[in-house]
C-alpha cells in the first residue's frame, strides 16, 4: 500500500469517526419528543420522568409517563410558558400563571415552573415574574405610583405660586 492510499484510508477513518461522535451528540440535543432522552430524569414523582434542556436561556421540558411514552413538554422563558406539540393531542395541559399553589401531584419544579397532575390532567404554573414592558405599570409598587425625587436643583413652589401644568407643579 502506498502512502497517499494510507493518506486516504486515514482521512476516512477520520471523517467518519467526527461523524459517529457528531451524530451521537446532535441525537443527544435532539432529546426532545422522544421516550428516553439521554437528560437526566430530574421528576418528582415515581409514576413520571421528567427531563430538562437549556438552549439559549430557554428551559425546555419534558414528562414522560412510567413506560416512557411523552405526554407534554413545555418551553418556559421570561415568565412565558409555551406547550410544545409534544404527547398525545388529547392530553390536557392548562398554563396558569398566578401566585397560589396548584393543586396536584408534583411531577416537576425549578425556578421558572412547576408541573402537577390531577384527574383533568397536567398543570404548568409559571413562577417567574413576566419581564414589564409599560413603564407607567413598571413604576408602581403596591398600588402606589413610585415618583422619583427631584433633583436638588429643581425649582420649588411656594404658597403664593400657583400652578396648572401637573408635571410642572410636581417639580
Known amino acids: 500500500m502506498n502512502n497517499r492510499s494510507r493518506t486516504y484510508i486515514w482521512l476516512v477513518a477520520l471523517a467518519l469517526s467526527a461523524?459517529?461522535?457528531?451524530s451521537a451528540n446532535?441525537?443527544?440535543?435532539?432529546?426532545?419528543?422522544?421516550?428516553?432522552?439521554?437528560?437526566?430524569?430530574?421528576?418528582?414523582?415515581?409514576?413520571?420522568?421528567a427531563y430538562r434542556w437549556?438552549?439559549?436561556g430557554v428551559s425546555y421540558v419534558q414528562v414522560n409517563d412510567a413506560a416512557g411514552v411523552p405526554q407534554l413538554a413545555i418551553a418556559a422563558a421570561g415568565g412565558t410558558v409555551i406547550v410544545l406539540p409534544v404527547g398525545a393531542p388529547t392530553t390536557q395541559?392548562?398554563?396558569?400563571?398566578?401566585?397560589?399553589?396548584?393543586?396536584g401531584a408534583p411531577i416537576y419544579s425549578d425556578e421558572r415552573v412547576s408541573i402537577n397532575q390531577d384527574a383533568s390532567g397536567f398543570t404548568v404554573q409559571s413562577l417567574e415574574a413576566e419581564p414589564c414592558t409599560d413603564p407607567v405599570e413598571c413604576a408602581k409598587v403596591n398600588n402606589a405610583v413610585v415618583v422619583p425625587a427631584?433633583?436638588?436643583?429643581?425649582?420649588?413652589?411656594?404658597?403664593q405660586d400657583t400652578c396648572s401644568d401637573p408635571v410642572e407643579c410636581a417639580k
Open 150 to 159: 427631584p433633583p436638588s436643583s429643581a425649582r420649588t413652589m411656594t404658597a
Open 93 to 103: 395541559v392548562k398554563v396558569i400563571q398566578s401566585t397560589p399553589a396548584v393543586s
Open 19 to 22: 461523524f459517529v461522535g457528531a
Open 26 to 49: 446532535a441525537q443527544d440535543a435532539r432529546g426532545l419528543g422522544t421516550s428516553w432522552p439521554s437528560a437526566a430524569d430530574v421528576s418528582r414523582s415515581a409514576g413520571f420522568h
Open 54 to 56: 437549556i438552549r439559549n
